[in-house]
């Protein structure tokens, strides 16, 4: 994409922004050099880098980032065989290889940052080599006492010696004998050399070598013969000690030409992480998101707002005066002309969609919602601002033209085409024919087109032509203040007179102006203003009736949310009823079993007493276990009932079918498990059977066994296919419930089988307190199948 281009959407001045919080000047240049890319697959790299950047940030774990040095002149001037690097040459090599160090620890443990985790593999931060130059030297360029044993020797005697020799003098200056002849009480170094001021006039009294001689000529600066030996000796360490930091510098500077190749890759996986983190560090500034591309031409912006104007109001605290743009262009429509008032906001509507769309083709996240999409587009083309130029003989219009003509020259599919102010410049009839004509051809190319302009005539060939839509910037009425809100689908006025008003020009030369304009461009604009205001007042009254169906929806929700909560609770409820009355069951079969022992022991007319009194807490128990059981129901009436239906029997427990209604006696004959039964209509409800009872739905082979009332006792009770225990606890109530009846005689079916079966009946028959005798059954009555009994 050109430069001019670039510039005129001002994408450099971003590049400015973003490369504040580079942390060196390598990386500075790198993100001052980026460029829109046009490889897909390089731009949603980046995007996934920038985005795990973004994301460890937002996490409060930002990447370890500190200042550090250009180390490629170094790396050039250390390669050479024998070349070595001063000491603080080499301390800059410290913060890369820690920067190095931190950053492979740091990203090697996320493993929610793949890409990041993939750049960053070969980042090891040298770890041998910054041991050695930490111990060696510092970030200023000193060359430290831990560097070697010999070093740290040689200084520390070189320090004594220094010491002594300064007590030396300090005692001859003290001294009465020397203090005659000396200019003053101080000691110095001349020449690298320790020395005292002799009065010129006094030097042959005092012996010793003359190193250097004051300005004014009064004062000689002389070494004393007593501490030129120990000063010799002093040199003598010096150069011991120079000669062993050269050594440790060329070791050093040895171990960097051996890793050049690594160090230098190193240091540009930083840079592009350091460039990286630039982009990512002023997403966040403008809390930014990341958009899609996409290949079918269409853009799509959200929410969309120009960075620099953003980043403008926010310093200056006006950050919520910022108007989000909403724009979409693509597929049918493949041009749009906007217009509106004076510094309404058409110009930077446009500059929004360029710079944004640089942004995302750069893999920049944008300052638009993520629903974003941009093109993949190879030329981004701008005709924006004013190029005259007195030296190109160039005028507003014919620069306008110059650059349309390149344009049209460029254009085509896969191109972005940003015009502002089309068609001014000249008369404003052939300006407009010369745009709808230009527009024409750009819409032919396949380009995508954005373009203002404020020409009545360039509107109306929009709006009639196919492909091409109009979108205007909103303006307010009564205050006569742009509101930067772009409108789909409808042109707008320039509004010129009113911002004129505004910007301060007269009234009577507004008033003047309305009556040079004539009445029937008067009444259009007024017609335009009457209808603008009436949309708007149909908008305010559907957004009030969104947030009113979104209030019934809230309701509603909440409605739903306490019938749900009702309804638990009633379950709740339920179920503790429901557990309190089948304990209260468990209680009661406790005690009839204790009273049915005693019964066996008792006489017959005892028994039968107790036996009444059994049956009466029964239906006690069971009118109490009724209050818990809100499925219970009143008995049916007669004539509701018809054979055929199924019906809930209270004494019985389970459903049964009806099988004959008496409707003048008000009885019902039923069926339930094979066996027939009459009873009274107030024994049966609607209810039918509970999933806890097992009634006429029983599996295959298995029998309803059941004790009956007094209405309705059957006298055969059928256990075939039962284990003992199961036959023996429905064969007791069966006994109780035939004697409660005044039943004579019953029989009881076991079958042949085994003979187990025949020989646990009959040997619980024996002694029983309600039982005079019992006998096998007769050919008619089913022989050894059946027990015949005889109740007492």
């Not at 060196?24 to 046009?38: A, G, N």
């Not at 009065?199 to 009294?205: F, L, T, W, Y």
């Not at 039962?722 to 036959?727: G, I, K, T, Y």
Request: with cysteine.
């Amino acid at each position: 994409m050109s430069m001019p281009s670039l510039t005129s959407l001002e994408f450099n001045k971003l590049l400015l922004l973003i490369a504040g919080a580079a942390h060196s000047e390598p990386t500075q240049r790198s993100v001052l050099e980026l460029c829109p890319l046009t490889d897909r697959s390089a731009i949603l790299a980046r995007q996934g880098l920038v985005r795990e950047i973004m994301r460890m940030s937002e996490e409060g774990s930002s990447l370890r980032l500190s200042p550090f040095s250009d180390i490629t002149p170094l790396l050039a001037k250390v390669r050479p065989e024998g070349a070595m690097l001063d000491a603080f040459e080499l301390g800059r090599f410290i913060p890369l290889l820690a920067i190095a160090s931190g950053l492979s620890e740091q990203i090697s443990r996320r493993e929610a940052a793949p890409c990041l985790k993939e750049l960053a593999s070969g980042l090891t931060g040298s770890p041998d080599l910054l041991r050695r130059l930490k111990r060696t030297v510092d970030t200023e360029g000193n060359i430290l006492d831990s560097a070697s044993h010999l070093l740290a020797d040689l200084r520390d005697r070189t320090r004594k010696l220094d010491a002594r020799i300064r007590r030396n003098l300090e005692e001859m200056v003290r001294d009465e004998k020397t203090a005659v002849f000396l200019q003053d009480d101080f000691i110095t170094k001349r020449s690298g050399r320790w020395v005292i001021p002799v009065r010129m006039d006094s030097k042959g009294m005092v012996a010793g070598v003359v190193h250097d001689v004051s300005h004014s000529g009064e004062t000689a600066f002389m070494e004393p013969l007593g501490i030129i030996n120990l000063t010799n000796e002093l040199e003598n360490l010096a150069a011991e000690q120079k000669a062993e930091e050269i050594r440790l510098l060329k070791a050093l500077s040895a171990g960097i030409r051996e890793s050049a190749a690594g160090l230098e890759e190193e240091f540009r996986v930083i840079v592009h992480i350091d460039l990286l983190n630039c982009i990512a560090v002023f997403g966040e500034q403008l809390r930014m998101s990341i958009p899609g591309i996409n290949d079918s031409g269409l853009i799509h912006l959200v929410s969309a707002r120009h960075p620099l104007l953003s980043l403008a109001l926010q310093r200056s605290g006006r950050e919520a005066g910022v108007v989000p743009l909403d724009i979409r262009l693509g597929g049918d429509d493949t041009v749009m002309i906007i217009t509106g008032s004076n510094a309404g906001g058409k110009t930077i509507a446009i500059k929004t969609v360029g710079l944004l769309q640089l942004m995302a083709l750069s893999g920049m996240p944008v300052p638009a919602d993520s629903s974003s999409s941009f093109p993949l587009v190879s030329e981004l083309l701008v005709d924006i601002g004013d190029d005259q130029s007195i030296e190109n003989s160039l005028s507003t219009f014919s620069a306008h033209i110059s650059n349309i003509s390149q344009i049209l020259k460029t254009a085509g599919s896969g191109t972005l085409v940003l015009i502002d102010e089309l068609g001014t410049g000249t008369d404003p009839a052939e300006g407009a024919a010369l745009a709808c004509a230009v527009l024409k051809e750009l819409k032919g190319s396949g380009a995508l087109v954005f373009a203002t302009t404020h020409l009545a005539d360039i509107k109306g060939y929009v709006q009639r032509t196919g492909g091409m839509m109009n979108a205007s910037m909103e303006f307010d009425h009564r205050t006569l203040m742009p509101l930067y809100r772009l409108r789909l689908g409808e042109p707008g006025q320039s509004y010129a007179l009113e911002t004129a008003l505004r910007y301060g020009l007269p009234a009577r030369i507004i008033d003047s102006a309305r009556e040079l304009l004539g009445d029937a461009k008067v009444e259009f604009d007024r017609l335009v203003a009457d209808l603008n205001l009436k949309r708007n007042r149909y908008e305010e009254g559907l957004k009030e009736l969104e947030a009113r169906e979104a209030a019934m929806d809230r309701m509603t929700a909440e409605l739903a949310r306490d019938k749900q909560a009702a309804e638990m609770k009633y379950k709740e409820m339920l179920s503790a009823a429901y557990q309190q009355a089948a304990e209260v069951v468990r209680e009661t079969k406790r005690e009839m079993h204790a009273l049915l022992e005693e019964i066996k022991k008792k006489d017959k007319t005892a028994s039968r007493e107790a036996l009444r009194q059994v049956q009466a807490e029964q239906v006690a128990i069971e009118e109490k276990i009724r209050q818990f059981d809100p499925e219970a129901s009143a008995a049916i009436p007669v004539g509701e009932l018809a054979e055929g239906d199924t019906v809930f029997v209270r004494s019985l427990g389970y459903d049964a079918t009806v099988v004959q209604v008496n409707r003048a006696q008000e009885r019902v004959k039923v069926r339930s498990g094979g066996m027939e039964i009459e009873l009274p209509v107030s024994d049966v409800s609607a209810r039918r059977g509970r999933p806890s009872e097992k009634g006429p739905e029983k599996a295959a082979g298995e029998q309803v066994r059941t004790p009956v009332s007094d209405d309705m006792t059957a006298s055969r009770l059928n256990l075939i296919g039962l284990r003992v225990d199961e036959a023996i606890s429905e064969l007791e109530p069966f006994l109780n419930h035939a004697s409660l009846a005044g039943l004579s005689e019953v029989t009881i079916i076991h079958g042949f089988g085994t003979g187990i079966l025949s020989r646990a009946v009959r040997d619980h028959l024996k002694g029983h307190p309600l039982i005079k005798k019992f006998r096998p059954g007769n050919q008619t009555e089913g022989a050894g199948r059946v027990t015949v009994v005889t109740m007492g």
